[in-house]
């Protein structure tokens, strides 16, 4: 079974830091995305990338970067933490192809104060 | 564009009772379809999914029938239990190697004893 690892379960940040949220792969997945999921929203997509070193904005990318230096691995920013980034952040890998779902990590709660 | 529209929630039932989730859908071609479940606290997995028109995705007692005809994909349990309680999510996708998921907004189920 894939295996998608976020560093990191519950995270507390003050506003105005800069905060890394990371998402390692281990089955060699060409597409990772991240997305935040909040409480009548549902999960909205940031930022997406198809291969190292490429990256796409998704749906609601202010406020935040990516990083794809090598495969397996997929990182967040958020380039200076403010209140209303307080959410759940779920990081995701897809091997490619409609058929194939997404695979998804337990998710970061990050709370900004 | 695409999206998925659920019905809106919660939902709360008795153990043993008969559950059905609606979700219907617009896209701009032929999407494949899947339902994921968020148990609390974990990320989200893949429940069931189909690809083609009238096909029936099947996983731990859930069905779903792909039906062109409505544009729905609606989730339904015989007999759900406590276990069952989970948020659980409707999404499609649409063919292509660098396909994106669009999810729905999902709907918490609580199942009491």
């Known amino acids: 079974d894939v295996k998608v690892t976020q560093s990191s379960r519950y995270l507390v940040k003050r506003t105005g830091e800069k905060v890394f949220l990371e998402c390692v792969q281990d089955?060699?997945?060409?597409?990772m995305f991240w997305y935040r999921q909040d409480p009548g929203l549902g999960l909205r997509l940031i930022y997406f990338?198809?291969?190292?070193?490429?990256?796409e904005k998704g749906d609601i990318p202010e406020g935040y970067s990516v990083s794809r230096e090598k495969k397996e691995r997929f990182s967040l920013i958020l380039e200076s933490a403010s209140t209303n980034q307080t959410s759940m952040y779920l990081c995701?890998?897809?091997?490619?192809?409609?058929?194939?779902?997404?695979?998804f990590g337990s998710g970061t709660r990050l709370t900004v104060v | 564009g695409n999206s998925v529209t659920q019905m809106e929630g919660p939902v709360t039932l008795s153990e043993e009772a008969f559950l059905t989730i609606n979700c219907t859908y617009t896209?701009?071609?032929?999407?494949?379809l899947f339902w994921y479940v968020q148990y609390p606290g974990e990320g989200l997995q893949l429940l069931l999914k189909?690809?083609?028109?009238?096909d029936k995705g099947s996983n731990k007692g859930f069905e779903a029938t792909y039906r062109k005809e409505t544009t729905s994909f609606h989730l339904e349990k015989g007999s759900v239990q406590v276990s069952d309680s989970a948020v659980y999510f409707c999404?499609?996708?649409?063919?292509?190697?660098?396909?994106?998921?669009?999810f729905g907004k999902g709907i918490t189920l609580s199942v009491r004893p």
């Open positions: 995701a890998t897809q091997a490619g192809g409609a058929f194939y779902g997404y695979t």
């Open positions: 089955m060699d997945h060409e597409n």
């Open positions: 990338s198809y291969d190292v070193k490429m990256k």
């Open positions: 896209a701009t071609g032929y999407p494949s």
């Open positions: 189909a690809t083609k028109a009238d």
């Open positions: 999404a499609l996708t649409l063919a292509g190697a660098n396909s994106k998921l669009t």
